[in-house]
T-cell receptor, first 114, second 116 residues
Framework: EPEVTQTPSHQVTQMGQEVILRCVPI?????FYWYRQILGQKVEFLVS????????KSEIFDDQFSVERPDGSNFTLKIRSTKLEDSAMYFC????????????FGNGTRLTVT | AQKVTQAQTEISVVEKEDVTLDCVYE???????LFWYKQPPSGELVFLIR??????QNEISGRYSWNFQKSTSSFNFTITASQVVDSAVYFC?????????????FGAGTQVVVTP
């Protein structure tokens, strides 16, 4: 069964550094997303992406965050200058589109900011 | 405001017992979608079931069943004859038609512990 792939599984970075989290969505999916989960808390929406542009973003997704689909397969989340509170599990997801299609999540990247 | 409430923080059962997870949601949309996801200890999020607001038929899929009641805004999920592998955090999620597709609002999750 096709799946969403995320790399790396764990990223450790120092405060103020830039990080790029990478994702390969399911190939025939058109909608892409990033969610995050701070340890022990609920899963929170960050951003949705369709047709090479952001469809919607949450309050969390401020100017420090950006997303990009640099080629036909990858979907990246960049955090320009990491803060301690950015430490979380970041999930990439994709879906076929509307009509109640579910989100298929990757295994996540655990980001630790020290 | 919290749109998805999972009041049960943790449920512990012995293997083979049934376990029901409660989910109460809040929305003004007439069209919305509800989902259950499972997060095992390994951390991934696994899609389990979905339900449209206009389809109140309750179903059974293997050991999983769900009870969607629009009148009480509840979307409860039952695991029958639980197994140790069912130990995980279970999240209920809501997607409203007025939001862009994929903007799911998750509940806080319910930790299910199944002991042998």
């Amino acid at each position: 069964e096709p799946e969403v792939t995320q790399t790396p599984s764990h990223q450790v970075t120092q405060m103020g550094q830039e990080v790029i989290l990478r994702c390969v969505p399911i190939s025939n999916h058109l909608y892409f997303y990033w969610y995050r989960q701070i340890l022990g808390q609920k899963v929170e929406f960050l951003v949705s992406f369709y047709n090479n542009e952001i469809s919607e973003k949450s309050e969390i997704f401020d100017d420090q965050f950006s997303v990009e689909r640099p080629d036909g397969s990858n979907f990246t989340l960049k955090i320009r200058s990491t803060k301690l509170e950015d430490s979380a599990m970041y999930f990439c997801a994709s879906s076929e589109g509307q009509n109640n299609s579910p989100l298929h999540f990757g295994n996540g990247t655990r980001l630790t900011v020290t | 405001a919290q749109k998805v409430t999972q009041a049960q923080t943790e449920i512990s059962v012995v293997e083979k017992e049934d376990v029901t997870l409660d989910c109460v949601y809040e929305t003004r949309d007439t069209t919305y979608y509800l989902f259950w996801y499972k997060q095992p200890p390994s951390g991934e999020l696994v899609f389990l079931i979905r339900r449209n607001s206009f389809d109140e038929q309750n179903e059974i899929s293997g050991r999983y069943s769900w009870n969607f009641q629009k009148s009480t805004s509840s979307f409860n999920f039952t695991i029958t004859a639980s197994q140790v592998v069912d130990s995980a955090v279970y999240f209920c999620a809501l997607s409203e038609a007025t939001d862009s597709w994929g903007k799911f609002q998750f509940g806080a999750g319910t930790q299910v512990v199944v002991t042998p």
